[in-house]
């Protein structure tokens, strides 16, 4: 006699589990809200590496002696614009201070999805137990 088994979080066809309308709509909140989420981890991290450059040229500035270097090129678009060493680290400042603001802010969106998120989980969860996956995966 051969017998089966079911692993954790494969769909059981010929179980008692009946999804509806409403609960698809869940699933497939849950499923945009998770794109939504990785979307926006990968802006963050884009986020961090330019508020790291900014920091690394902010650092370089500070070493110069503003007799040696009386006009700095500053990219600005495609096109660089010369500026005097104090303007060229107030400019940096500013940007340091925009793309911070801008992390703060999809930080807070990450958090409210994530609450969400964990609401439909929890539903979902109770509703369908193991007949259902909402773990990402590594």
Do not use: W
Not at 123 to 137: D, R
Request: aromatic share 8%; with cysteine; glycine share 2%.
């Amino acid at each position: 006699m051969a017998s089966t088994s079911v692993s954790k979080g494969t769909f059981q066809p010929d179980s008692d589990v009946h999804i509806t309308f409403e609960d698809q709509q869940k699933i497939n909140k849950f499923a945009r809200l998770n794109a939504r989420v990785d979307e926006y981890r990968d802006e963050l991290k884009s986020k961090q590496t330019t508020l790291k450059n900014l920091e690394d040229a902010s650092e370089e500035l500070m070493l110069l002696d503003e007799d040696d270097c009386p006009n700095l090129p500053y990219l600005s678009g495609e096109t660089f614009v010369y500026y005097n060493l104090e303007t060229a680290q107030n400019n940096l400042e500013e940007l340091k201070k925009s793309v911070e603001k801008d992390m703060k802010d999809i930080e807070t969106k990450i958090k409210d999805i994530s609450s969400t998120m964990s609401d439909l989980k929890t539903h979902l969860y109770g509703k369908f137990g193991n007949n259902i996956n909402l773990e990402a995966e590594d």
